[in-house]
């Protein structure tokens, strides 16, 4: 168990419609990523917060859209779902002390399933 | 930009030595990582290199030539449990400490 954690474990919705991937970080952890892992693409980094901003902006969809509130956990909306967009989830959390070596730690990730 | 490559699957026989190899063309560069992942699980860390050589850690180690864009892990004395996909990541410069990874490769331990 990482620490981190993420709900659901499972969503299962049509296209067209939205949805929302809520992520905790390990106790003390001040920066979330938010990662797409799917087949054809691999694991696939969408959007970092750190300290309730956003840090670093990967390959997100504008139909997609994070936020991190002042507790530290984080959100991540999907909005207009394609089938394309069935895919893992996963959310990981670093201390980002400053340290070089600032290991990720993954929650057990969200699968969703566009119908 | 980032390019990562790493073969898409291997076979070894459990006690066997394997190495699993990953190059990498990056624009900047601030750490190399490799992930563990079995099948719908997360992943999980298991080394970090920053500077050229070798890092040993218990039945795993990982190699990393800087110059060459070329990384390796090396597992020894392989088990059962070792069947998992094998993540290479790149965190590249000034990237917020967010990774690149690989498709990564499977790996088959066969008794």
């Known amino acids: 168990d990482s620490g981190v954690t993420q709900t659901p474990k499972h969503l299962i919705t049509a296209t067209g419609q939205r949805v929302t991937l809520r992520c905790s970080p390990r106790s003390g952890d001040l920066s979330v990523y938010w990662y797409q892992q799917s087949l054809d693409q691999g694991l696939q980094f969408l959007i970092q917060?750190?300290?309730?901003?956003?840090?670093a902006k990967g390959n997100i969809l504008e139909r997609f859209s994070a936020q991190q509130f002042p507790d530290l956990h984080s959100e991540l909306n999907l909005s207009s779902l394609e089938l394309g967009d069935s895919a893992l989830y996963f959310c990981?959390?670093?201390?980002?002390?400053?340290?070089?070596?600032?290991?990720?730690?993954f929650g057990p990730g969200t699968r969703l399933t566009v119908l | 930009g980032q390019n990562i490559d790493q073969p898409t699957e291997m076979t070894a026989t459990e006690g066997a030595i394997v190495q699993i190899n990953c190059t990498y063309q990056t624009s900047g560069f601030n750490g190399l990582f490799w992930y563990q992942q079995h099948a719908g699980e997360a992943p999980t860390f298991l080394s970090y290199n920053v500077l050229d050589g070798l890092e040993e850690k218990g039945r795993f180690s990982s190699f990393l030539s800087r110059s060459k864009g070329y990384s390796y892990l090396l597992l020894k004395e392989l088990q059962m449990k070792d069947s998992a996909s094998y993540l290479c990541?790149?965190?590249?410069?000034?990237?917020?400490?967010?990774?690149?990874f690989g498709k990564g490769t499977s790996l088959l331990v066969t008794p």
């Open positions: 990981a959390s670093s201390v980002q002390s400053g340290m070089s070596y600032n290991e990720q730690f």
């Open positions: 917060y750190y300290n309730g901003e956003e840090r």
């Open positions: 990541a790149v965190r590249p410069r000034d990237s917020g400490y967010a990774l690149n």
